[in-house]
């Protein structure tokens, strides 16, 4: 019980942010592309209580940790509504409206990392904020790749479904119903993880590599 809430304080502020900006940043897309259902329902907000879905956000990632000791964690936010037909054109803009959750999850890891480097270079001594660092940049990059995994409803299926031809993207969407118990068999079977870390790793790569004038400057 210790260890849970130990984990629960570290993860907190990180996974309420990676939540809440993934899902304000859908959006945001959305009625910057001409679609205001999520933005009349209060979607486009920071506040995170009007994302956070209580049995999917809290009760099944605290039930599953503790039943599994922590070796298989799920959960999901409130999904934004989005009129795809009403966007100003529908099949290209469903693409840049699904990226902007992933988007905003690449952002913010790219920030916690930023941070983390900073605790480094002023020598903060507290090793809560460095596991805090490193949880916001583990959760926002699981985020991340876990999102764009390319089965609908996952932001990865909508992306795919819009490059898709027509026909082949009417097909493929019809998978959609089954969408979620596809992803938590994989989750659970541990066949996701082969997509995962791979994009995991690259998207790492590629936010140290950006970073590395920066890292050059503090030393």
């Known amino acids: 019980m210790d260890a849970l809430i130990q984990t629960i304080a570290v993860y907190a502020i990180p996974v309420i942010l990676a939540i809440t900006l993934h899902e304000a940043a859908h959006a945001y897309a959305a009625k910057f592309f001409g679609d205001t259902t999520a933005y009349s329902q209060g979607r486009m907000s920071l506040n995170p209580v009007v994302h956070i879905d209580l049995f999917g956000t809290i009760i099944i990632p605290v039930v ?26 529908p099949k290209r803009d469903m693409a840049w409206v699904s990226l902007a959750g992933p988007g905003a999850n690449f952002l913010m890891a790219f920030l916690w990392m930023i941070l983390a480097i900073l605790l480094v270079v002023f020598k903060v001594e507290h090793e809560f904020f460095y596991r805090m660092a490193q949880a916001g940049l583990l959760t926002n990059l699981v985020m991340f790749a876990f999102n764009l995994f390319p089965i609908p409803p996952l932001d990865g299926g909508r992306i795919l479904t819009s490059l898709l031809p027509h026909r082949q993207a009417y097909q493929f969407a019809k998978i959609e119903p089954y969408g979620f118990f596809i992803v938590m068999a994989l989750v659970y079977f541990k066949i ?18 950006v970073l590395t004038p920066f890292t050059m400057l503090l030393k």
């Open 64 to 89: 599953l940790y503790i039943a599994t000791d922590g070796q298989f964690l799920f959960g999901y936010a409130k999904p934004v509504p989005v009129n795809f037909g009403a966007l100003r054109k």
């Open 192 to 209: 996701l993880q082969f997509w995962m870390y791979p994009l995991m790793n690259i998207a790492q790569s590629i936010l140290q590599f």
